[in-house]
């Protein structure tokens, strides 16, 4: 995983304006978005204090729907400095994958990391290094770990990390992933049974399930859906508790509840 320094506020305007070029937007339509990029005036503010005006020479403006494109144009030309590797590319979070096998396996990585420092700097952008991790996903028992660098500083080794929301151990097994889910999700479940003692219509209640807690139970599930019948159950917990709050809601004894009943009740269906 790989890291950039800042990226949305260091990108130069003029290698925007040069990608522009590149691709063949000229004339006026190129003369409008450096109008848009260029000549903006721009001031600090430190505990109510703020500094004279000055004139922003890099940065797309964040918050609009044109300075995210146009950020998009310029990363998208990483590709070409990489070279019989495989990458995902998601706004300013790269990442750089390969199968490997032997020694030489690492140091084509190792290669590629360095045609991406080069490509950083022609294109005036910077890695972090402190924030770049490299991890190995596998089943063996002594897999091959090579100490990879940016610019000179060697790269921390992780066996678990975060991805787009999403906890990545070397096993694949989502065992972190989905405890944290699970918690998130019954913390989530508690604000609801809070906020809501005096709602008396189950219709209601299942809405603010459906929005506030069944979301956090099912993102990226088509990455990490369980395949042990524990953390199935880590997930269904969340739902079996929330099916016990809406049966007192109903006034149905708790041993008298019938979970599959209950979940396929009409209400359920129609919201």
Not at 175 to 183: F, G, R
Request: glycine residues 4%; contains cysteine; charged residues 15%.
């Amino acid at each position: 995983m790989t890291d950039f320094s800042k990226a949305f506020d260091r990108l130069p305007h003029r290698t925007i304006l040069d990608v522009l070029s590149s691709l063949g937007v000229f004339g006026s339509f190129h003369a409008w978005i450096a109008s848009y990029l260029t000549a903006r005036q721009l001031s600090v503010r430190v505990n109510g204090v703020a500094s004279r005006s000055f004139i922003a020479t890099s940065g797309v403006p964040q918050g609009s729907h044109l300075g995210p494109f146009l950020f998009n144009l310029v990363i998208n030309g990483v590709i070409s400095s990489l070279h019989c590797i495989k990458f995902l590319i998601y706004a300013d979070d790269l990442k750089l994958f390969f199968a490997i096998r032997d020694p030489s396996d690492c140091l084509l990585l190792q290669q590629n990391l360095d045609a991406l420092s080069l490509w950083c700097d022609q294109n005036g952008l910077a890695l972090n290094p402190s924030k770049c991790a490299v991890t190995s996903f596998h089943r063996s028992h002594s897999p091959v770990k090579h100490p990879y660098l940016i610019n000179g500083a060697l790269l921390s080794r992780k066996d678990d990390i975060v991805d787009l929301g999403v906890h990545l151990d070397s096993q694949l097994s989502f065992s972190n992933h989905i405890a944290q889910v699970a918690s998130r999700g019954m913390r989530a479940l508690g604000f609801v049974k809070r906020n809501s003692r005096e709602f008396t219509q189950p219709s209601a209640l299942v809405t603010l399930y459906k929005t506030l807690v069944q979301p956090i139970l099912e993102y990226a599930s088509v990455i990490w859906s369980p395949y042990y019948n524990c953390h199935t159950l880590q997930i269904e917990r969340v739902f079996r508790a929330f099916l016990r709050f809406l049966a007192y809601k109903l006034s149905i004894p708790r041993e008298n509840i019938d979970y599959h009943e209950l979940a396929c009740w009409q209400v359920f269906s129609k919201t």
